[in-house]
């Protein structure tokens, strides 16, 4: 071998051994970068509620409760008062009723006492229409009226079929044609259904 190829030689492995040099720190720094990628990132640390946060929310709980508290008392009150009222009013109607009715049981009395002492039948019938027609008055200024049955054609929104007859007139069939027992009404509502027999 010359001296020349020996020189090339040479010179080519300086250069080889340079060029390693120069990428040795290039593989580090990527070694580096990979293990710190391989490394758990690390997790933030749950915050803490501060004592003073902890204090102000126990009392505003406590708060809530206090009012929730005094709400439900001041309703249960409100629920016996108004339950109180209610029964109150009931009472003072009946009462009212009850004094309304007295007259007409004195009027019963003193029928009953006059037919005692006395003979005269027109005198009875007299004082026992007296008491009829007070009654009814009465009950027309409560509301309450007479269902007016016969005749008309059986509804049993307001009629009761006590029995069922037969009719030869066409125009009485599914007609009440006799009303055994009175029904009424108070106001729009039906308090006693009249028993009726209906044609067929």
Do not use: C
Not at 39 to 51: D, F, H, I, L, T
């Amino acid at each position: 071998m010359s001296k020349k190829n020996k020189h090339m030689d040479h010179k080519k492995d300086e250069e080889q051994k340079a060029a390693a040099n120069q990428d040795a720190p290039q593989n580090e720094e990527v070694k580096e970068e990979a293990a710190q990628q391989e490394e758990p990132a690390e997790e933030p640390a749950e915050e803490q509620p501060a004592s003073g946060e902890i204090e102000e929310l126990k009392g505003k709980l406590d708060e809530a409760s206090d009012r929730y508290l005094r709400l439900a008392a001041e309703f249960d009150n409100y629920r016996r008062r108004s339950a109180k009222e209610r029964m109150d009013l009931i009472s003072l109607a009946n009462e009212n009723l009850v004094k309304e009715l007295l007259p007409i049981i004195d009027d019963f009395e003193r029928a009953l006492a006059a037919m005692k002492d006395s003979d005269d039948a027109a005198s009875a019938k007299e004082g026992t229409e007296l008491i009829y027609n007070k009654m009814v008055a009465f009950l027309k200024k409560n509301g309450v009226s007479e269902i007016d049955a016969l005749g008309k054609e059986f509804d049993t929104d307001f009629h009761e079929a006590v029995a069922q007859f037969p009719v030869d007139d066409k125009k009485k069939k599914d007609k009440v044609i006799d009303v055994t027992q009175k029904g009424y009404t108070m106001g729009e509502k039906v308090i006693r259904y009249a028993k009726v027999v209906i044609g067929i």
